[in-house]
């Protein structure tokens, strides 16, 4: 399948402000997804780059094999390794679509990701972790992060 790199945002729509019934424009939700595969005692993080400027709308966590460590196996997601950002305290030894809620600050952080230490275009980090207590032998975890460009 071929694929098309161009730099964003997308907006469509067919009325601009101040037009008749507009406007009707939004942005297009884009997504990058992440594989997550149990590493025996040790914890397993992906990263992903999200633009900057653009804003996180929300997570999809899915558990297609549960994570049979002894004791807990917790996904986080945040700005490092093992952070609470955006998403904290998910169980992968549940199989199946993860049920997320988040905290105002969670929400706040996810409105706006601007540049990352300087004033470059420095895409802002994320940071997807699972963290087990217990050694494992399965464990399967696929995570879309859903944003838009502002």
């Given at each position: 399948m071929g694929q098309t790199h161009f730099t964003g945002p997308v907006l469509t729509g067919t009325l601009q402000k101040g037009e008749t019934n507009g406007p009707n424009q939004g942005f297009c939700k884009l997504s990058q997804i992440v594989t997550l595969t149990q590493n025996s005692?040790?914890?397993?993080s992906k990263t992903m780059y999200i633009p900057v400027g653009s804003a996180l709308t929300s997570f999809d966590v899915d558990v297609l094999t549960a994570y049979d460590s002894a004791t807990s196996a917790t996904l986080t997601i945040g700005t490092s390794?093992?952070?609470?950002?955006?998403?904290?305290?998910?169980?992968?030894?549940?199989?199946?679509?993860?049920?997320?809620?988040?905290?105002a600050a969670q929400l706040a952080a996810m409105s706006n990701q601007t540049?990352?230490?300087?004033?470059?275009?420095?895409?802002?980090?994320?940071?997807?972790?699972?963290?087990?207590?217990?050694?494992?032998?399965?464990?399967?975890?696929?995570?879309?992060?859903?944003?838009?460009?502002?």
């Open positions: 005692t040790t914890a397993v390794a093992g952070a609470t950002t955006y998403v904290g305290s998910v169980n992968a030894k549940t199989a199946g679509r993860a049920s997320i809620t988040y905290s540049v990352t230490g300087t004033a470059s275009l420095t895409p802002a980090t994320v940071v997807v972790t699972i963290t087990v207590v217990g050694a494992t032998t399965a464990g399967y975890v696929n995570v879309t992060m859903n944003y838009i460009q502002l």
